[in-house]
């Protein structure tokens, strides 16, 4: 199974910039990696910190980050976030949970991203694919991404929690796909309790 790194993860990587990681990965949200690189790379060009983004007209925000998905939406509430952090965090990105969600456009996916991203702290970020597979797995039976986190928070060993999202969201893309899943020739084929799975036909 081909693994590509999230954009995400590289910009952490790469920089070490918890402004550029809070951004990128409100602009990832339903946005294929492809896209939010390039969008992210136009918008740090033009407002390489929170100061410049907040001062930056909500219409170029737009323009900037277009074709990522509902760009117009995430163009205001980026600004609204660079406002924010300029007039309530002094111009720092808050390490907690409970205050990044009170950003416009911040759920508890994208907060628990950038808690582990940004600044190395566990978190379990539940997206689609998390909260699909583990349910499938039947590792936990729940009905929507908060209550997969609920669960895997009480569960799951806290050394796992940082890692969980990076390997599912790969292996989900790659080979627990949504539709017509490789059930074939996985390696955990013998382990899976395969609920509510439709295998592909070969």
């Not at 339903?30 to 060009?45: G, H, M, P, Q, Y």
């Not at 609204?80 to 009170?102: C, F, H, W």
Request: glycine share 4%.
């Amino acid at each position: 199974m081909k693994y590509r790194v999230p954009v995400v993860d590289l910009i952490g990587v790469q920089s070490r910039d918890s402004y550029r990681v809070l951004i990128a990965t409100i602009l990832s949200s339903r946005t294929k990696d492809e896209v939010t690189a390039e969008a992210s790379t136009r918008l740090f060009n033009r407002a390489p910190d929170i100061d410049s983004l907040a001062k930056m007209p909500t219409a170029e925000i737009g323009d900037l980050i277009f074709p990522v998905g509902f760009y117009k939406t995430k163009a205001v509430h980026l600004q609204q976030t660079a406002r924010m952090l300029k007039d309530i965090y002094r111009g720092e990105i808050p390490d907690s949970i409970e205050e990044l969600v009170n950003l416009p456009g911040v759920g508890r996916k994208t907060a628990n991203l950038v808690l582990t991203v940004a600044f190395d702290k566990p978190a379990i970020c539940v997206d689609t694919h998390v909260h699909r597979i583990m349910n499938i797995w039947g590792y936990v039976k729940t009905k929507s991404p908060l209550e997969t986190e609920m669960a895997l928070r009480k569960k799951l060993p806290k050394k796992y929690w940082k890692k969980v999202n990076r390997v599912l969201v790969a292996f989900g893309q790659g080979k627990c796909k949504p539709v017509a899943p490789h059930c074939d020739d996985c390696i955990l084929e013998s382990d899976c309790a395969k609920i509510n799975v439709i295998p592909r036909k070969i």
